[in-house]
């Protein structure tokens, strides 16, 4: 099983950036899924989750300028960043609780580097 995150950049404050996670193989089922950033010099913290249902949570700090969606059928998540600011500049993880092979886990993505200049 693998997740693979994409889509991250450099943009100036007040732009967008759409974020992709992909997971693919021996998948039986997808249950929550979620973003999580890792500034420099800071902890990992959740930016925003969605439930297999398609329940959505947000941090505070993000609430009403990102979406985060997800694509059962294709067994990815997006997470769309719209009036970005240089606080929001870190790594973006993916992650996903799923069932595989008859195991239940936790898996990560990569990371993608999101940088918002001023």
């Known amino acids: 099983v693998q997740l693979q995150a994409s889509g991250g950049g450099l943009v100036q404050a007040g732009g967008s950036l759409r974020l992709s996670c992909g997971a693919s193989?021996?998948?039986?089922?997808?249950?929550?899924m979620g973003w999580y950033r890792q500034a420099p010099g800071r902890f990992r913290e959740l930016v925003a989750s969605?439930?297999?249902?398609?329940?959505?949570n947000y941090a505070d700090s993000v609430k009403g300028r990102f979406t985060i969606s997800r694509d059962n059928v294709k067994n990815t998540m997006y997470l769309q960043m719209n009036s970005l600011k240089p606080e929001d500049t870190a790594v973006y993880y993916c992650?996903?609780?799923?069932?595989?092979?008859?195991?239940?886990?936790?898996?990560w993505g990569q990371g993608t580097l999101v940088t918002v200049s001023s």
């Open positions: 969605i439930t297999s249902g398609g329940t959505t």
């Open positions: 193989g021996s998948i039986f089922s997808i249950n929550d």
């Open positions: 992650n996903a609780d799923l069932v595989a092979s008859g195991w239940e886990g936790i898996y």
